[in-house]
């Protein structure tokens, strides 16, 4: 992962602050739906180390479809899902 799309999957700080208090959903991740301005929810969501946007379940493109500036709202599933298989 080069810089320019490590800093696309970056969480802001307020948001990776809010997650690391959190339980982890397994080891070093978190499930979580993220709801935007505009009220779009991205389901299913795995942040990794609180942080950076992992996966998206069913989501095939490689950034995420939406902008970190956009996040109104994260909400802590803990769904889990096999990714090897997505």
């Known amino acids: ?9 970056t969480l802001p700080p307020n948001w990776s602050s809010f997650l690391y208090e959190k339980a ?8 979580v739906d993220i709801i935007l301005n505009d009220e ?6 795995a942040i990794i180390e609180s942080h950076l946007v992992g ?10 479809p939406f902008d970190m500036a956009n996040i109104k709202e994260i909400r802590l599933t803990h769904r889990r899902w096999d990714f090897s298989k997505e």
């Open 1 to 9: 992962m080069d810089a320019l799309e490590k800093q696309k999957r």
């Open 55 to 64: 996966q998206i379940r069913g989501y095939k493109g490689s950034m995420p």
């Open 40 to 45: 779009t929810v991205v389901k299913d969501v």
């Open 24 to 31: 982890e959903s397994g080891m070093g991740y978190q499930v």
